[in-house]
């Protein structure tokens, strides 16, 4: 009886093993797409490995297209128009993809496998999209759970990028961490400081990037990313402004009003930041500074939840009851929204109900 269950078991794991031996063999051959042509905007070549996805095949060739959630499917901009050779559509591109989108064959670069040559069309600005070595020049605590983190060009040693507009960094594998991630974060610095650049990061808890960056970085640190990436910048026109952000959405802000300031804007702008608590404020000084600076701005924090202790006189609650009072002229309004998803879509319903125009309301979501 034991010696035919040995037999059995024999049995069972020469067949597997078999079966796993000419699985890796299929593997090899099957997924052997060997060199593979990518024609771009019908004006140039690039010869890549077959086998990655597209956006990681671009990248080893230094073209960058924005991949904000690191190539997980999961932020939708890394759009392209594929004209050829992209395979099948695959379920997780398309709820990021419009109708018209759709027609005119955009797919997700992240999700599209290289196996064959491909023409391919991305915006022309990607090319200027560069990858940068830079060290760590300065960390400031502004509080409990953000830092700002000062990045020194090392090489290239300059960097061209609009006030709002975000880079990519490269995560390096630390404790139990193997995996290198890449992560969208915000300029905020201004674009006239342009041999450095000035993060704000928020730690989220158990976070990969915000980990590596609160607790393993310090100054002389080497870090990598790629950018700038985005259109989220000021549209230069003379509407008047409302900005909404919530905790490190102060980022882009911070940018954009200290380019406003060297190009001494007269716009009406009015800055809501919307906190927790007294102890997620930050940079208060520096912004309220920002009404002596500007003919016409004031900057309005609110508090959704103030702690007794907080002994908080300011605004608090939601910050979209307070819009009325700075809003003269819905359609000649523009509005900038940086923060969470859920924050970005409950303000950007309450404009629209007051009459701003949807094209009008600019955003960067951090989901
Ligand atoms: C355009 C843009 C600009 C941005 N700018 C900024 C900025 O200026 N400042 C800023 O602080 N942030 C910014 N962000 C957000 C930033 O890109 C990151 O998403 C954020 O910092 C979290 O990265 P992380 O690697 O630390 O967390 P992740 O590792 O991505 O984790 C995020 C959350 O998911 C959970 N999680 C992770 N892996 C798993 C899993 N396998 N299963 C279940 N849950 C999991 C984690 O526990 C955590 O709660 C921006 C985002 C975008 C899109
Ligand atoms: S990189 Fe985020 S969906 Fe492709």
New binding site residues.
């Given amino acids: 009886m034991l010696m035919q269950i040995l037999k059995d078991v024999a049995v069972v794991s020469g067949i597997s093993t078999l079966l796993a031996v000419v699985l890796i063999i299929a593997q090899k051959y099957l997924s052997d797409y060997g060199i593979c042509k990518i024609n771009l905007n019908k004006k140039r070549d690039v010869s890549v490995e077959g086998g990655s996805s597209l956006l990681n095949s671009l990248a080893e060739e230094q073209i960058f297209l924005p991949s ?1 959630c690191g190539g997980r499917g999961s ?1 939708g901009t890394c759009k392209c128009k594929v004209n050829s050779g992209g395979g099948p559509l695959l379920p997780t591109e398309k709820p990021f993809l419009s109708k018209t989108e759709l027609a005119d064959n955009v797919r997700l670069a992240c999700q599209v496998k290289v196996k064959s040559d491909m023409e391919i069309n991305v915006p022309e600005s990607i090319f200027n999209i560069r990858r940068f070595q830079a060290k760590v020049h300065e960390i400031i605590d502004y509080t409990y759970d953000i830092k700002g983190i000062t990045l020194k060009l090392v090489s290239p040693d300059t960097i061209d990028f609009q006030a709002g507009q ?1 880079v990519q960094i490269e995560s390096q594998a630390y404790a139990k961490i193997k995996q290198k ?1 890449v ?4 300029i905020s610095s201004k674009p006239q400081d342009n041999d450095r650049i000035q ?4 730690l ?8 590596w960056i609160h607790k393993y970085l310090e100054e002389g640190s080497d870090v990598t990313f790629t950018g700038p990436y ?1 259109d989220f910048y000021i549209r230069d026109t003379e509407a008047d402004i409302i900005f909404v952000a919530g905790g ?1 959405g102060k ?1 882009p802000m911070k940018s954009m009003l200290e380019d406003l300031q060297v190009k001494g804007t007269t716009r009406k702008m009015t800055y809501f930041f919307g906190a927790r608590t007294a102890k997620d404020l930050y940079l208060t000084d520096e912004m309220r500074s920002f009404e002596q600076v500007f003919s016409d701005f004031k900057y309005e924090p609110v508090l959704s939840k103030p702690a007794p202790e907080d002994k908080w006189k300011g605004k608090t609650g939601f910050v979209m009851p307070y819009f009325q009072d700075a809003i003269r002229d819905p359609k000649n309004t523009e509005a900038y929204l940086c923060g969470s998803p859920g924050m970005i879509n409950a303000v950007k319903k309450s404009l629209i109900a007051m009459g701003v125009p949807d094209d009008k309301i600019y955003y ?4």
């Fill in positions: 904000a932020c975000f991630v992560r969208a974060y915000s993060l704000i990061i928020r989220v808890p158990e976070g990969i990037c915000t980990t985005g490190s980022a960067d979501s951090f989901g």
